[in-house]
């Protein structure tokens, strides 16, 4: 499946954004999805996942009770609400999708997960 991110930006501290991933080429519907977040010289990260079902989300300890994923299967898009962003946010933002879990891994093996093109959050203090 094809992922195209958007809705990353330039916000202060404590605002929110709210990315978004569509899918083409396949429904997303029986897709595990999730977000990860590469900051400068650091590794990727995972952010939330969301299982296949759409009934079972994981975040991060960083962003728990602040980011929220989400899915529209009408509209083939997941989205990752954030809230309270702080300056540590601050990272280019994948979507990914896989047939191949229930869940995620939060170090999905390259080639059984697509990976959308990024999106920049800049999140000033």
């Known amino acids: 499946v094809q992922l195209q991110a958007s809705g990353g930006g330039l916000v202060q501290a404590g605002d929110s954004l709210r990315l978004s991933c569509a899918a083409s080429?396949?429904?997303?519907?029986?897709?595990?999805t999730g977000w990860f977040r590469q900051a400068p010289g650091k590794e990727r990260e995972f952010v939330a996942l969301l299982s296949w079902s759409g009934l079972s989300t994981t975040y991060a300890d960083s962003v728990k009770g602040r980011f929220t994923i989400s899915k529209d299967n009408t509209k083939n898009t997941v989205y990752l609400q954030m809230n309270s962003l702080k300056p540590e946010d601050t990272a280019i933002y994948y979507c990914a999708a896989s047939r191949y879990f229930t869940v995620l891994p939060r170090n999905p093996p390259e080639g059984k997960v697509d990976w959308g093109q990024g999106t920049q959050v800049t999140v000033s203090s």
């Open positions: 080429g396949r429904t997303f519907s029986p897709y595990a």
